[in-house]
C-alpha cells in the first residue's frame, strides 16, 4: 500500500498544534506536507471562497486548504468546539469543517474536540487514526508519543524566552496575539521583524506557563469565556510587570477580540499598551508610524527611568 | 548661525518651518497638500525662501507626516520621524510642562499624554476617519456651510442637537433626520461638534486620564465649536495655540537640530525634476508594490519590497 499523505494547512490551529499534529502523522507512516507560507496570493486564492464577512484569517486558511487540495489524500480540518467546559471558542473554529466541506472539493480529515459533549483530544486523534485504517494500538502509542514531543518542544520554547527575560538588556515588548496571527507572514511576520529590526526583545504571548493561568486572568477580569482570550489575558498577567510595553495584535473583524482587547486596553493601565488592527490594506503605513511611535515612546520612558 | 528646515507634510495640508539654533521660528508656511505632496513641497519650500534672507545656512532636514519618507529622500533629511513623536517634541519645547495633547487632523486623530516632558502614552485612531476633519467638511458640504464657519455658527446654539458618533455613515443618516425633524442648522452643527467630541474620547482616548494642561491642536483644533465642545465635556480648560498646526513641522526641525548630522541643504532642489512610480514586484506571490523615486531621472530611493528579491539597486 503507497503512503497516506496528508495536508496540513500553514494557518490557524497549526501554529498551535503543529508538533501534535506532524509528529502523529508521521508515527503513524503518512507522509506529512505542509502548505508554504502565506502569500499575497495565498490570500487572493483564500478570498475566493468566502463572504466579506470571514476574518483575515480565515481567508488566509482557505488559501491554504486551496494550495493543499491536488497535492495529497486528505487535508486535517480540525473542528474545535470547546477546550474547557463552559467555555468557547471563536465560532469559526467550529464551522471551519463545515465551511471547508462546502467550498472546497477535496476530501478531508477531520477531529472534533467539543468537552461539553466529552469528546476530547484522545477520544478525538483515536477516531482519526481508526479512520485512516491503522490498527487501535499503532494509534494510541503514535498519539502518546506524539503528546510526549510536543511537551518536549513546548518546553524548549519555555525555556528560551525564560532565558531571554532572564538575560537580555533590551527593551521587551509582549506581542499578545492569537498565534495564528503572530507567526504568519502576512499578519505578524513584518511586525515582528520590524521591532527586532529595531532592537527590540519580542516576547510572544503564547509562550508562557499556564499552570497559574486561572489566577493570573482572574487579576485583569472574572468574566471571559472565549479559551483563547483567556490564555492572552492569563499572558499579559503574567508578563506584564517585567514588559516595556505591550502590543495587541489582531485581526479585521476578530469578534472575540474586539472585546477582549478592548476590556484589556480599560483595565491594564500600568503598562503602555497598543493595539494593530491588520487587515487586507496593502499599505503598512499605519502600522509602522504606530510601531515607530511606540518605540520612541519605550525608550524615553527607559532613558527616564535609568 | 546655523539653521535647521521642519517639514510636516499631511494628507490634507502641508506644514514647514525654519528655526534657528536658539529654537526661534525665523519661518512658516502651510498649505494644502492637494494630493501631490511633491508640488506642494515645491511650493512650500518656494514660500519659505521669501521669508528668509539669501544667506542662511540650513544644515540640517527634519521630515513627519504620512508622506514623510518620500519627502525625506526629496529633501535628503538627515531625520524623518513618525508624527506623533514629532508633536510631542515640538509642543513640550514651547509648553515645558504639558500633560496631554489632544489632536485632530484631516484624516487621523491622536492622543498623547506626556509627563515632565517625556511621551508615556499615546493612542491614534484605527481603521476609520470618523470624527476627524474630512468628517466635518463632508458634513459641511451637506448643510452648504463652510467648513471655516463651522464654529462660528455652533457657538450660537442653544440646545445642540444629539447626533450619533460612532460611525460617519450613521451620522450622517442621523444628522439628515434631525434636519427633517425640524431642529435648527446652528442645533445640528454644535451636535457635530460635541459628537466629535464624545467620538475622539471614547474612541481615541479610550479612558485614559487627561490632565492639564491640556493643549488642543491639527486643523479641527481651529474649530471654536470643537474648542467649546471639548471644554463643556472635560470639563477643563483646553489651550489652543496660535502655532498649533505647526507643531509637527518644528518638533521635527528641533529633532533635525539635535541629530549629530549636518548636511547642507539648498532650495535649488525646487528646480529639479521628481518623478515617483509605482510598479508591482512579481518575483514571488507577495506582488509587492515598491516605489521609486527619481531626481532629474537618476534614482535616488525604492521602498515597499518585503523581502530581498524586491531590493532594488540604487
Keep these: 500500500m503507497d503512503k497516506i499523505t496528508i495536508g496540513i494547512p500553514r494557518a490557524l490551529l497549526y501554529y498551535k498544534y503543529k508538533d501534535l499534529w506532524i509528529n502523529f502523522f508521521e508515527k503513524l507512516g503518512c507522509n506529512v506536507i505542509v502548505s508554504p507560507c502565506s502569500t499575497k496570493e495565498t490570500l487572493e486564492n483564500g478570498k475566493k471562497y ?21 497535492k495529497c489524500d486528505y487535508v486535517l480540518v480540525p473542528r474545535y468546539v470547546s477546550l474547557v467546559k463552559h467555555e468557547k471558542l471563536c465560532t469559526n473554529f467550529s464551522c471551519l469543517y463545515d465551511l471547508v466541506r462546502n467550498k472546497i472539493d477535496v476530501p478531508i480529515i477531520n477531529y472534533n474536540i467539543d468537552i461539553d459533549k466529552k469528546e476530547d483530544e484522545f477520544y478525538a486523534f483515536t477516531g482519526m487514526g481508526l479512520a485512516l485504517g491503522f490498527k487501535y494500538a499503532k494509534v494510541v502509542k503514535a498519539y502518546k508519543d506524539a503528546k510526549k514531543d510536543e511537551k518536549i518542544s513546548s518546553d524548549k520554547r519555555l525555556l528560551k524566552q525564560k532565558s531571554i527575560l532572564g538575560s537580555s538588556k533590551n527593551i521587551k515588548i509582549l506581542v499578545a496575539g492569537h498565534p495564528y ?32 493561568l486561572k489566577s493570573e486572568v482572574e487579576r485583569i477580569t472574572k468574566r471571559n469565556y472565549w479559551t483563547f482570550n483567556k490564555e492572552l489575558i492569563g499572558s499579559i498577567s503574567h508578563h506584564k510587570k517585567r514588559m516595556d510595553g505591550i502590543i495587541l495584535l489582531t485581526v479585521f473583524p476578530c469578534g472575540p477580540d474586539s472585546l477582549s482587547n478592548e476590556m484589556i486596553i480599560r483595565n491594564v493601565l500600568d503598562v503602555p499598551i497598543i493595539q ?11 502600522i509602522i508610524t504606530r510601531l515607530e511611535s511606540f518605540i520612541d515612546i519605550l525608550n524615553e520612558r527607559r532613558q527616564v527611568h535609568e | 548661525m546655523e539653521y535647521f528646515l521642519g517639514v510636516d507634510i499631511g494628507s490634507i495640508s502641508t506644514k514647514g518651518v525654519i528655526i ?92 498623547i499624554l506626556l509627563k515632565d516632558g517625556i ?31 463651522f464654529g462660528k455658527i455652533a457657538l450660537t446654539s442653544k440646545n445642540p442637537a444629539k447626533i450619533a458618533a460612532r460611525c460617519t455613515v450613521f451620522a450622517e443618516s442621523d444628522l439628515v433626520h434631525k434636519a ?23 474612541n481615541v482616548a479610550k479612558g485614559k486620564k487627561i490632565e492639564e494642561p491640556i493643549i488642543f491642536q491639527g486643523g479641527v483644533s481651529k474649530n471654536i465649536g470643537v474648542q467649546k465642545a471639548f471644554k463643556d465635556i472635560i470639563g477643563k480648560d483646553i489651550i489652543v495655540d496660535k502655532f498649533g498646526h505647526l507643531m509637527g513641522a518644528y518638533g521635527v526641525s528641533i529633532l533635525a ?44 530611493d525604492a521602498w515597499g519590497n518585503r523581502c530581498e528579491n524586491g531590493q532594488v539597486k540604487i
Design chain 2, 20 to 111: 534657528d539654533s536658539n529654537l526661534n521660528i525665523i519661518a512658516n508656511s502651510y498649505l494644502w497638500t492637494k494630493g501631490n505632496p511633491v508640488d506642494s513641497i515645491k511650493r512650500l519650500l518656494n514660500d519659505l525662501k521669501k521669508q528668509v534672507s539669501d544667506d542662511i545656512k540650513i544644515v540640517g532636514v527634519g521630515t513627519t507626516g504620512s508622506a514623510r519618507k518620500l519627502i525625506g529622500a526629496m529633501l535628503k533629511a538627515s531625520v524623518v520621524k513618525n508624527e506623533i513623536t514629532a508633536h510631542a517634541v515640538g509642543t513640550s519645547t514651547l509648553y515645558p510642562d504639558v500633560r496631554t495633547i489632544l489632536e485632530i487632523g484631516g484624516q487621523d486623530s491622536k492622543i
Design chain 2, 257 to 300: 537640530l539635535k541629530s549629530k548630522e549636518r548636511r547642507e541643504f539648498t532650495f535649488s532642489v525646487t528646480d529639479d525634476d521628481f518623478e515617483t512610480k509605482g510598479i508591482t514586484c512579481n518575483k514571488c506571490g507577495n506582488n509587492c508594490e515598491i516605489v521609486l523615486v527619481k531626481q532629474n531621472n537618476k534614482l535616488i
Design chain 2, 119 to 149: 511621551v508615556t502614552d499615546y493612542n491614534m485612531n484605527t481603521l476609520c476617519a470618523a470624527g476627524t476633519g474630512s468628517f466635518l467638511s463632508s458634513q459641511a458640504k451637506r448643510l452648504d456651510v463652510l467648513v471655516e464657519d
Design chain 1, 50 to 70: 468566502l463572504n466579506d464577512e470571514a476574518c483575515l484569517s480565515i481567508k488566509i486558511y482557505m488559501g491554504h486548504v486551496d494550495y493543499l487540495k491536488d
Design chain 1, 181 to 212: 496571527n503572530m507567526y504568519d507572514n502576512l499578519i505578524g511576520k513584518p511586525i515582528i521583524e520590524f521591532l527586532k529590526k529595531n532592537n527590540i526583545e519580542v516576547i510572544y504571548a503564547d509562550i508562557y506557563d499556564k499552570k497559574y
Design chain 1, 276 to 286: 494593530l488592527v491588520i487587515d487586507e490594506l496593502d499599505s503598512e503605513a499605519g
Design chain 2, 180 to 202: 427633517q425633524m425640524g431642529y435648527k442648522k446652528e442645533d445640528i452643527i454644535a451636535g457635530l461638534c460635541y459628537s466629535v467630541c464624545n467620538n475622539y474620547l471614547s
